[in-house]
């Protein structure tokens, strides 16, 4: 093994400078078509995007370097994804079956204080990961969440009732949930699972809305003040 070979092997002076004259250009190009896909900016792709985008990205990289791939090749094939771009988005426009097909639907995750189930049992999310969210929003319980929905980005919409609205529920912050061993007759108490909250004759009640049996001690705290 030579270290020479890892760093220069065949590499001219001549085609180090090719090398950079290339990069400028693909630079150039990557900019070019990014604006032209219309899109804004990159902080929340969709799955669909990012797919586009890494095929930008390949497409581009190989001629930066490769001596016998002519630019106009990375040209003709960066046109082509970004013309099927650009129809495909104004498919989703058009049709709303076409958009669901390849963007999935938004999700709700909480509705009236509690998750809501069958969404969070078909596992495309952990409910950690739920709790997490909605702590970054600032939530110090379910019972606060009149509607959460989880978009098709993966970022999550919060309504929130208004202070005199808000219910008793799920505590989301680690130390204000303890699953409970004793049970006062007129506390209520949260499962711990689904948000569920209500009164309970003993610590180890099966909950009627998830089947989990763990309750924690439910609080109403308003968000300001
Ligand atoms: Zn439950």
């Given at each position: 093994?030579?270290?020479?070979?890892?760093?220069?092997?065949?590499?001219?002076?001549?085609?180090?400078?090719?090398?950079?004259?290339?990069?400028?250009?693909m630079?150039?190009m990557i900019?070019?078509f990014l604006?032209l896909t219309?899109k804004?900016?990159v902080?929340?792709l969709?799955i669909f995007e990012v797919a586009i985008i890494l095929a930008l990205g390949s497409i581009a990289g190989d001629p930066?370097?490769?001596?016998?791939?002519?630019?106009?090749?990375a040209v003709i094939v960066m046109s082509v994804i970004t013309v099927m771009y650009r129809?495909t988005?104004?498919?989703?426009?058009?049709?709303?079956?076409?958009?669901?097909?390849?963007?999935?639907?938004?999700?709700?995750?909480?509705?009236?204080?509690?998750?809501?189930?069958?969404?969070?049992?078909?596992?495309?999310?952990?409910?950690?990961?739920?709790?997490?969210?909605?702590?970054?929003?600032?939530?110090?319980?379910?019972?606060?969440?009149?509607?959460?929905?989880?978009?098709?980005?993966?970022?999550?919409?919060?309504?929130?009732?208004?202070?005199?609205?808000?219910?008793?529920?799920?505590?989301?912050?680690?130390?204000?949930?303890?699953?409970?061993?004793?049970?006062?007759?007129?506390?209520?108490?949260?499962?711990?699972?689904?948000?569920?909250?209500?009164?309970?004759?003993?610590?180890?009640?099966?909950?009627?809305?998830?089947?989990?049996?763990?309750?924690?001690?439910?609080?109403?705290?308003?968000?300001?003040?």
């Amino acid at each position: 093994m030579d270290l020479s070979d890892i760093f220069i092997y065949d590499t001219s002076l001549a085609f180090a400078g090719e090398i950079l004259i290339r990069c400028v250009i693909m630079y150039l190009m990557i900019i070019l078509f990014l604006r032209l896909t219309g899109k804004r900016g990159v902080r929340q792709l969709s799955i669909f995007e990012v797919a586009i985008i890494l095929a930008l990205g390949s497409i581009a990289g190989d001629p930066m370097f490769t001596d016998d791939i002519p630019l106009i090749q990375a040209v003709i094939v960066m046109s082509v994804i970004t013309v099927m771009y650009r129809l495909t988005t104004w498919l989703m426009m058009k049709y709303q079956w076409f958009e669901d097909l390849l963007e999935g639907k938004a999700l709700y995750i909480v509705e009236e204080g509690e998750l809501v189930l069958d969404k969070i049992k078909k596992g495309s999310m952990s409910h950690d990961e739920f709790f997490a969210e909605m702590r970054q929003q600032n939530t110090e319980h379910l019972g606060q969440i009149r509607t959460a929905l989880l978009e098709t980005d993966g970022t999550f919409s919060i309504l929130f009732y208004p202070n005199n609205q808000v219910k008793y529920g799920l505590p989301l912050f680690p130390k204000a949930c303890h699953i409970v061993t004793e049970v006062q007759p007129d506390v209520l108490y949260a499962c711990i699972y689904c948000g569920n909250t209500r009164t309970l004759s003993h610590a180890k009640q099966q909950c009627e809305r998830c089947d989990d049996c763990d309750w924690t001690v439910a609080i109403n705290t308003t968000r300001i003040g």
